[in-house]
């Protein structure tokens, strides 16, 4: 079983930085990536970015290429969702997951990830 806990969210204006975190526990060994995705009101929830736990790799949605940056600590067990430039259309609940053993293809899609956190409100205004 793993644990996931996100912090950072809260309340920033239009072209401002957040940064969140997600700290993993218990059976983080066999965790074998990371990802984010959020969801708005009203609208499904969507990949944002992802990273390979063991290795250097990293997936974005076209939509935060260029101002979201994903990033790992093995030795914290977390990983971190550098956001800039944010806009209102960013504004959703953001969530962390796990994909637990070996890593599965296609990380940017939510059946990739076996455990997930309870997210994190990020509001945007204009």
């Known amino acids: 079983q793993v644990q996931l806990v996100e912090s950072g969210g809260g309340l920033v204006q239009a072209g401002g930085s957040l940064r969140l975190s997600c700290a993993a526990s218990?059976?983080?060994?066999?965790?074998?990536?990371m990802g984010w995705f959020r969801q708005a009101p009203g609208k499904e929830r969507e990949f944002v970015a992802a990273?390979?736990?063991?290795?250097?790799?990293?997936y974005y949605a076209d939509s935060v290429k260029g101002r979201f940056t994903i990033s790992r600590d093995n030795a914290k067990n977390t990983v971190y969702l550098q956001m800039n430039s944010l806009n209102p259309e960013d504004t959703a609940v953001y969530y962390c997951?796990?994909?637990?053993?070996?890593?599965?293809?296609?990380?940017?899609?939510?059946?990739?990830?076996?455990?997930w956190g309870q997210g994190t409100q990020v509001t945007v205004s204009s």
């Open positions: 997951a796990a994909d637990y053993g070996g890593e599965s293809p296609r990380l940017w899609t939510k059946l990739a990830y076996d455990y």
């Open positions: 990273i390979t736990w063991r290795g250097d790799s990293t």
């Open positions: 218990g059976r983080t060994f066999s965790i074998s990536a």
